[in-house]
């Protein structure tokens, strides 16, 4: 690679010859064989990502966070009042736990980033002189591209043909979209503002235009702004925000807990003020939950993973948590609740129903065919499914048009604007000039004056032809088929090719009607019910017919008879007030002949309500709509550029059925998170439990439990079944059930009281019946001392062991009572998580060391039990697990007796 291969283009406004020249292309675009090797001379067209500092910062974050700090702080002290055992351990603790984190967050990160592969754009260039689609990275200086209406502008790139509008607001900040085209030249003033380019990362908002390349990267405009400003850090999520404020609760229990503790240790209990130090801070460091947030993080990113394998990829973690919540979807019909697969079954003209099998018979059915292929962008297998499907019919019916006949005889073209429901060629037909049209049956009946013969001759529309094509087409749509409108009319002698589309959509000659099929997707029927007992409100907005729209919602079971249905004329109709009460009223509803603005003001009035929205949108104008919904969810398939960027989800199979499944597994990774915090927060009990006991009887008790076992437990044994609880598959009854109010809280009073008052209380009970029944039964009376030396110290090592093994066992019960939060365990099945029984096994073989290997019992303080006292401990799991599943069985009747 030499910097000789590099051609340059100094001035992007010179002369378009010029630009061509010292760009090395043509009009017709690169071959791609030129295109690869510029490729590898410049680089792939993306913006390179200055990482913030990498790897090594990140990790020293972890050693630095105010709770790591606290931390510090307690190994700092307990060296210093003459426990240096004590300080080595908790920054061994400080050590492994930021190692972890460091993993998980950087697992979490790659997770998030490997979506890129997924969201990867492509754009529309011609290479070889015919028209690819590639991926944006890898377009090159000389490209020629085609855009046109809801595109992202992939490179910097100097207008050839055509016009478009663009939208500048992520370069210059102006929101009104402007108008670039390829006759606009303009040397002077700065060059965001030159009217013949245009410049990566602003969309096309409307119209149609080629443009060739001349800077990719970070060469472009865009990527000069990007070296500028440093990469923005991942925006914390409400449940992340929730957690981290709990674990500063939490953290700061500890701290009162352990700071209460050293005048209680050391006055009441008698210990000495350095032993009573060293068990405060012992105490501070076991509660201070520093594990909790990175393992909630990586718990988002495996939810982000599993709903990206399912068809949705989600751009935030923060988003698979919202989605959890939906109370409502807003979903448009064509491609979602369809299958985008249209054919046309009917056709009517004045003459009757058109026969579609066969060559066209009579004229004005010749006429209606060859509108139908003039004023059109598709060929026979690509392009707008609409577009296709008439394609075909034409073909049918004897009327064949090629694209390039098609662009020969174009003189004009108005676009199809989805909010007029309307589009417009005009072109050239022999030696006369006409207008072709097609839209929605209603719009192009307004601005008809007449209609076509059978013999190809037009007369005056009568109320009586209004009427008729009124019928007709309600009949069609009462069927769930989709219809377009066919007409339009000779240009007079002296008539100019019309500008503005007004003029050119005027006194059309009705030609006729075509009705299509869309199936609806055979998975929808079941997410609708899915939704249904889930709770979920479902909205269709439609830019369709509303009989079509209640039709197909009849059919995948979203409408009923008396579903209302309202038109975008009707609600524009309504006030704020008048919509609030319609929204809160129905629970099913259609929009139909709906537009962009009619889903922002729906977005806004669910919003209002406190309801989590979710909202399909594909078009440039979903936009605005997509961005104020909770989630925007924008078709990866038919949508926009402009839509995917301005959604929250993309689905990559535009299907409605995969929004539902995301719905649910934002579900699943809620409850996980609550599913560890249970199992995490159970332990409390037993250990501080025991402590108090010693605190009470002022020493005559001996302390249950070391400090050095705490920790064992918590960064020990329990780590990795609380990760697996994190990844339990979704829970029976998790869609039978109201989604979650915005904004509720993670940790609840319920889930406390099951936490630390029954799977707490009860371990604490049993652990404390181990302890006793191995003192007692070793001949230890109250008050009897067991320090080094005594008697008695063997028995006391030996209960203190019981204690920790008691825990250990009591935490396998809650491990697998917390696997559900009302289900039954034989609903889920007790081996389904593979995870958490790799995780249990762990766990065992971690306490078994502790309590077997000489210098782990030395360090921990333990010795090896007896064979009578490990069968005390073994019906510890299940007493645990039976409680809390005899507490879910009481619930489950309870909500069982209030359904009914
Ligand atoms: N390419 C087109 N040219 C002319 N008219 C069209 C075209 N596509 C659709 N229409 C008309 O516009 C109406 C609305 O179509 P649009 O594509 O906006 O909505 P939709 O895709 O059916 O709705 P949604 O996807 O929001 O459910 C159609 O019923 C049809 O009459």
């Not at 008809?448 to 069609?476: H, M, V």
């Not at 003001?601 to 594909?618: C, K, S």
């Amino acid at each position: 690679m030499t910097v000789r291969d590099e051609v340059e283009l100094e001035n992007p406004q010179e002369p378009l010859d010029r630009v061509f020249r010292d760009l090395r292309t043509r009009r017709e675009g690169l071959t791609a064989r030129e295109a690869a090797r510029r490729l590898l001379v410049y680089g792939p067209n993306e913006l390179t990502r200055r990482r913030g500092g990498g790897w090594g910062r990140e990790l020293l974050g972890q050693f630095t966070h105010p709770l790591a700090l606290l931390l510090w702080l307690a190994a700092v002290l307990a060296a210093v009042s003459g426990s240096l055992a004590l300080g080595l351990a908790i920054v061994a603790v400080i050590v492994l736990n930021a190692i972890f984190a460091f993993v998980q967050e950087r697992q979490a990160e790659r997770a998030v980033e490997a979506l890129a592969v997924y969201l990867a754009a492509k754009s529309k260039v011609l290479r070889d002189g015919t028209r690819v689609l590639v991926e944006a990275r890898e377009l090159v200086p000389g490209d020629v591209l085609l855009l046109e209406e809801g595109d992202r502008v992939p490179a910097d790139a100097r207008l050839i043909s055509g016009g478009v509008e663009v939208d500048l607001s992520t370069l210059t900040g102006e929101s009104m979209p402007a108008y670039r085209a390829a006759d606009l030249l303009d040397g002077t003033g700065p060059l965001l503002q030159a009217r013949d380019l245009l410049f990566s990362g602003t969309s096309c908002t409307a119209g149609e235009a080629r443009a060739v390349v001349f800077a990719t990267g970070m060469h472009t405009e865009l990527g000069r702004i990007a070296a500028l400003s440093q990469r923005v850090g991942r925006e914390e999520s409400p449940l992340e925000r929730q957690v981290k404020r709990v674990a500063w609760l939490i953290a700061a229990v500890a701290v009162g807990a352990g700071v209460a503790f050293l005048p209680i240790g050391a006055l009441v209990a008698g210990l000495p003020l350095a032993d009573a130090f060293n068990f405060a801070i012992g105490l501070l460091v076991a509660n201070v939950p520093e594990g909790l947030l990175p393992t909630i993080t990586l718990a988002l990113a495996v939810g982000v993973r599993v709903l990206a394998r399912g068809g949705a990829v989600v751009k935030r973690l923060s988003a698979v948590e919202t989605l959890g919540s939906t109370a409502v979807i807003c979903t448009d019909k064509t491609g979602t609740l369809t299958q985008n697969r249209m054919r046309v079954t009917d056709a009517w003209t004045c003459a009757g129903p058109v026969a579609l099998d066969q060559p066209a018979a009579i004229p004005a059915v010749t006429r209606l065919a060859a509108a139908m292929a003039e004023c059109n962008n598709a060929d026979l297998d690509s392009g707008d499914p609409t577009e296709v499907a008439l394609m075909r019919a034409s073909g049918t019916l004897g009327v064949v048009v090629t694209p390039r006949e098609r662009e020969r005889h174009r003189l004009r073209q108005f676009h199809f604007d989805p909010a007029l429901r309307l589009m417009s060629t005009v072109d050239t037909e022999g030696d006369r000039r006409v207008v072709n049209a097609k839209g929605g049956p209603e719009v192009v009946l307004s601005r008809a004056t007449r209609i076509l013969t059978p013999e190809g001759r037009s007369r005056a529309l009568t109320e009586q032809d209004r009427a008729d094509f009124i019928g007709i087409t309600r009949g069609y749509a009462a069927r769930g088929l989709r219809l377009l409108a066919i007409a339009g009319r000779e240009l007079g002698d002296g008539e100019p090719v019309p500008a503005r589309r007004e003029d050119a959509e005027r006194d059309l000659v009705l030609y006729g009607v075509v009705a299509m099929f869309d199936p609806p997707r055979p998975e929808v029927a079941g997410a609708v019910a899915r939704c249904h007992t889930a709770g979920i409100r479902l909205i269709v907005v439609t830019g369709d017919h509303p009989l079509t729209a209640t039709e197909i919602a009849r059919q995948v079971g979203i409408a009923r008879e008396d579903t209302t249905v309202l038109t975008g004329e009707q609600l524009e109709k309504l006030s704020e007030a008048e919509l609030d009460r319609l929204l809160r009223a129905h629970r099913e509803l259609i929009f139909a002949r709906s537009s962009p603005e009619v889903k922002l003001r729906i977005a806004d009035a669910l919003r209002a309500e406190g309801n989590v929205v979710a909202m399909t949108g594909d078009g440039v104008n979903d936009a605005p709509a997509l961005r104020r919904a909770d989630i925007g969810v924008a078709m990866g398939v038919a949508g926009t550029d402009v839509a995917r960027e301005a959604s929250t989800m993309v689905l990559t199979d535009d299907n409605f059925a995969t929004i539902v499944t995301a719905v649910q597994a934002g579900r699943q990774v809620f409850d996980n998170v609550r599913k560890f915090i249970v199992y995490i927060f159970a332990h409390a009990m037993p250990e501080v439990i025991p402590f108090l006991l010693f605190a009470i009887s002022g020493g005559k008790i001996p302390l249950p439990l070391t400090v050095l076992q705490i920790l064992a437990i918590d960064l020990g044994t329990e780590t990795l079944p609380a990760l697996a609880l994190g990844r339990e598959p979704a829970e029976p009854g998790l869609m039978d059930r109201p989604p979650r109010r915005r904004g509720e809280n993670v940790i609840d009073a319920g889930m406390l009281g099951r936490a630390w008052g029954l799977l707490g209380v009860t371990s604490a009970v049993l652990v404390l019946g181990g302890f006793f029944f191995t003192l007692l039964s070793g001949g230890w009376r109250l008050g009897a001392p067991v320090e080094d030396g005594a008697a008695l110290h063997h028995v006391w090592v030996q209960a203190t062991t019981m204690t920790f093994l008691g825990i250990v066992a009591c935490q396998i019960g809650t491990a697998f009572a917390s696997r559900t939060q009302l289900a039954s365990l034989r609903a889920i099945g007790p081996f389904s998580n593979r995870l958490l029984l790799w995780g249990i096994a762990f766990e065992l073989a971690f306490a078994a060391l502790v309590v077997t290997v000489p210098p782990l019992q030395y360090v921990f303080g333990t010795a090896v039990p007896s064979w009578q006292q490990l069968l005390i401990l073994l019906p510890f799991p299940v007493v645990v697990w039976g409680l809390d599943e005899l507490w879910r069985w009481s619930l489950r009747h309870r909500h069982a007796r209030a359904a009914t």
